[in-house]
């Protein structure tokens, strides 16, 4: 039988973007997604946001979760200098949290830009058919992170399944005697382009479910796993895997902790 556990909330003071996030090169706004439909062939067409602080316009094509043009998005994301083929300045990283406030739909033809041609991604998860090389030991503690968008649950395709992936299967060529498993929500919360947004006590619970839900499902003995949850999230460095340097969506996350006592 799973044991559970749960964390005393810590104090975390709510900290702005500013300080969160000092790098000038990266960007945190909320803004109505507009679309642009550059038809230059198989997912070539474009996502945008304009930023309401500076009015400048950014391509979040590349975010793993793409927006939905009826309801506002939290975007966050480093400027790059890659080609302006959309209409925009170019993010990535970039994550985007579709968020409930209602917008109307924006859509902008081509005019002249050519999209973004598809590129299959590298974060695929590969099916339980196919052979991978095992790992080789000796094996220490460990800690792996799953992250999410603000305030949901949701495994995101291409990055959170993926990173969840990555950890299962480290467990069970590992076989670690405890699996600690911590789903944390920021309830202290951030303030973007006026909008302040603090997470759901629930939400921690939830992600800290489907993570357990999911490696029971992938082999990970039921005897061996913990939970526990986290209100106040401490930030991550940029350089953790996952992070990509968009330090504030750390909070956003479950931690999986593997030991061998």
């Not at 890659?82 to 170019?90: E, Q, R």
């Not at 039921?222 to 909070?251: C, F, H, K, Y």
């Amino acid at each position: 039988m799973r044991k559970v556990q749960v964390a005393v909330s810590g104090l975390l003071a709510l900290m702005t973007v500013s300080a969160v996030q000092a790098a000038t090169d990266i960007v945190e706004f909320v803004s109505c997604p507009v679309y642009r439909d550059a038809r230059a062939g198989k997912k070539s067409g474009c996502w945008l946001a304009d930023a309401p602080e500076s009015g400048s316009r950014f391509d979040i094509s590349a975010s793993p979760v793409k927006p939905d043009w009826n309801y506002a998005v939290l975007v966050q994301g480093q400027i790059t200098d890659n080609a302006d083929a959309c209409g925009g300045k170019v993010l990535n990283p970039v994550r985007v949290s579709i968020l409930s406030e209602p917008c109307p739909q924006y859509r902008l033809p081509a005019e002249g830009y050519p999209g973004n041609p598809f590129v299959r991604p590298a974060n695929i998860v590969k099916p339980l058919s196919v052979d991978r090389a095992p790992l080789t030991g000796p094996f220490e503690d460990k800690q792996f992170h799953v992250f999410f968008n603000y305030n949901k649950s949701f495994l995101s395709y291409q990055f959170g399944d993926y990173q969840l992936d990555e950890a299962a299967y480290w467990i069970l060529q590992a076989k670690p005697s405890r699996v600690v498993i911590t789903g944390f929500a920021d309830t202290h919360g951030i303030t973007v382009s006026g909008h302040e947004l603090r997470e759901k006590e629930q939400i921690a619970q939830d992600r800290a479910d489907i993570i357990v839900t999911s490696l029971l499902r992938l082999g990970v003995p039921d005897d061996t796993v913990a939970t526990q949850i986290n209100m106040a999230p401490e930030l991550l460095p940029g350089e953790t895997d996952g992070v990509s340097g968009l330090v504030t969506t750390s909070r956003w996350r479950v931690t999986i902790n593997a030991y061998f006592d």
